[in-house]
DNA sequence: GTTAGCACTCAAAAACAAAGAGTGCTAACA
DNA sequence: TGTTAGCACTCTTTGTTTTTGAGTGCTAAC
């Protein structure tokens, strides 16, 4: 959590205005504006004063001289950790949509995407629910004949997976037993997602002499086992980004987009997010933090629900910097118990 | 097809010229560049004269005085119809990506609308098979309770559905036999693609006084029907349209965009394609022709593939009007075949 | 029927001129 | 010492005018 080093009460209260009015309005805010703003009744040649602190201490930046400050990413970071204060939930619902029931859980996420793109206007995703807690319980290889071995992989829940790999030349039982040693004993009872990168390079080398062949073996088993192998995740909104001059350029706005169609990219989001358990379970990106890089320019709320069984989805919600976090984080924690109810009461 | 009515050969050539250079410059073309391109040595007056007779009838359009011209949507599909000599397959292929086989077919399909989207630079679809000659065979109705309908929708392959229907008054038996007399004397035997919303709504003038609550049963038989129901789609490229100006204006790539992630308009484009079953089976949309109304601005080109048993998916290219035809129709014919292969080899 | 020539049109680019928002700094003030 | 009024200065934004150049349509001559 970051730290308010160097600021005072009154530095607090403008730079929170500053924020503020810049969530609102999207411009650039200038010193007469906070000293009319704010109840501190200070005149703009103060305010100007601080803002330079400001802006030195890295929370606000200036886009050019002689322009107004807008808020930097540390400047936002601050005020999602410290100064914004969740609206309590208004109870004139300004009717916003909500869930309907659906048949299959399917349609069900579909539509949660699409309410939620709809209530916020960014951009939103809705992972079906995978069991990310789940254990990897075996793993065994056989030959099936000269270049085929069958991968018969083993979950905790008693899930079954199995795959053919293609060899260029047979291994022999030896070897074949070796392997069999080294990935049992290295992997079982590991959760899906520790068995990253790292880990799989590292098998490769213990694995030896053989670890080209063996490479592909392994390549493959991680390819089973990777997460998104059932995963779907369904999209909505995509094209709110255009809502935002500060996203709506080309550049950017293709960048964004195709981050939204190469599914793989928002996988990496899910995994991100399931892995990081927070006691809410909703978590804000911002800006360089998100572990998408085509959205570096944007910031990222996501959030997990759960199933039971240990079975959980992420909701994500992307959108530009100066986001309405108050309105989204509330919708987000709606969304997220409309999901709870839905499951709970389904069963 | 359109005829060329009007058009004696040197108009011929000279439109030629015209729609020819305008695909690869995307400019204007105005009348000494043409009369520089072609071998008829004549003049730029000429041309002029000549230019002004096209214009009068309707192939090309000035986008202002004093502009070039560029082809207009009868233009282009005079073009395609009957001007444009498909390029005879190059033997040095330009090492354009080719498919790879894949162990499910979903993969299959997705690297395919990948590789068709890095060989043309356009946005690619490509759907999985369907069963769209499949017949309808049987419907009944039945109550469950007092609010609630079961549907069961019996199709070719001994397919069944069901659906439950909410009411909010009960039928009358009576009411119900009727319902079901009507269903299935009126849609026994049809292909899915047969029921459209034109029938639809004359079945639910007959139905008669009930047409409220049966309106409702309609609906809902309409949606279980409804190709749809399994139909994946996959995109990829959609990015690909911001290579071209004349579609990456907020306002269009905004509907493009959108038309690629709510897959219920590509689903029309996917049935209209299936329906309408021509030769080769390519069919080109130029602008207004298009089923898809967010992709009026563009030209769409479609194929089917086929898996036997009469499994046909459809495979599209989404860019600019003025896209390089021959090159997609190419690419199109090759990436059928390929698929084509791949299914039959697979066997 | 073809073409050279020329006046005319219009979009796009360039150049220029305010206008306005906002800053930083200085000097005066409480 | 902190606050403030005042002012010169900076840049973007906006609008205006000018220039340029591509391209046309028309006329008159070939």
Redesign the pocket.
Known sequence: MVSAQGLNE?KLTILHAIIKTYLETG?????????KYTDL????????????DL?ELGYIV????????IPSDKGYRLYVDMLMEEKEQELNEKQEQMLEKADKMEKLLKQAAKVLASNTNYATMVSTPMNSANKLKFIQLSMVDEEQIIAVIVLGGNVIKNRIINVDEPLSNENLLKLNMLLNTTLNGMSIEEINLGLIARLKEQAGIHSEVIGNVLDAVADVIQIDEDMQIYTSGTTNIFKYPELSDKQSAQEIISAFEEKQQLTELVTQTLSKEENTGIQVYIGDETPVQNMKDCSVVTATYELGDGMKGTIGIIGPKRMDYEHVLKSMKRLQSELDQMFHKKE
Do not use: W, Y
């Open positions: 009154r411009e650039p805010v200038g010193s007469r504006t906070i000293s009744n200070l005149s703009s040649a103060t305010i100007r004063n601080e803002m330079s802006e200036q886009p050019h001289t002689s322009a107004g400050r």
